[in-house]
Structure formats: C-alpha cells, structure tokens
C-alpha cells in the first residue's frame, strides 16, 4: 500500500492533527467544515480527513478569521477567488489558442 506523501490532494491529515500544526482549536477547524468553508475527506470510519492543500487553506481561513471576517465573508472570499482563477485560466487559454498559426497559407 504506497502513500502518497507528496500528493497535496491526498487525506492524511486529523482534525488534531490539523489544530496541532496551526496552533488552532479543534471545534474552529470542524466548523469550517460544518460551514463549508473547507470540507475535507471522511475516512471509511467517517472520520475528518485533510489534504496539505486544504491545511493551507484552513491556515489562510484562520488567517482571515483573525483580521476580523467571518465565515460567511470568507467563503464569500474564497468562491470570488475561484472563480478570477477560473477566468484567468480561460483567458490564458484564449491567448494561446489566438496565437497559434492556422496551417492555412493566403
């Protein structure tokens, strides 16, 4: 059985696990999930279960959090962000798309 140590997206990570290595509270980290803010894997026991990606992301929330935002703001937040990454992706996209050569000759 390999596990992916270097997979940002694989679950490995506890609810502890996770407070442990912010220095945040277990019930603030469960409650992103109840919120949906980030919502993390469940093990086959039903278990929270977070990728390094999603740590990353619950240490930005925690970050925001303590600026003063609430959850709803920070989902907000992080729904806007995804999408400008989303358009951004598209333009990129349309920009090489538009500059390839046609093959055709004129």
């Given at each position: 059985m390999g596990i992916?140590?270097?997979?940002?997206?694989?679950?490995?990570?506890?609810?502890?696990?996770?407070?442990?290595?912010l220095g945040v509270q277990p019930a603030f980290v469960r409650r992103l999930d109840t919120e949906r803010v980030v919502e993390p894997a469940r093990s086959p026991g039903g278990q929270r279960r977070y990728s390094q990606r999603q740590v990353r992301r619950v240490a930005q929330v925690s970050e925001m959090a303590d600026e003063g935002l609430n959850l709803a703001?920070?989902?907000?937040?992080?729904?806007?962000?995804?999408?400008?990454?989303?358009?951004?992706?598209?333009?990129e996209h349309l920009k090489t798309t538009q500059h390839r050569p046609s093959g055709r000759s004129g």
């Open positions: 992916a140590f270097d997979d940002e997206h694989a679950p490995m990570f506890s609810v502890g696990q996770v407070a442990d290595l703001g920070i989902r907000r937040i992080l729904v806007l962000e995804a999408e400008l990454d989303a358009l951004r992706q598209q333009v």
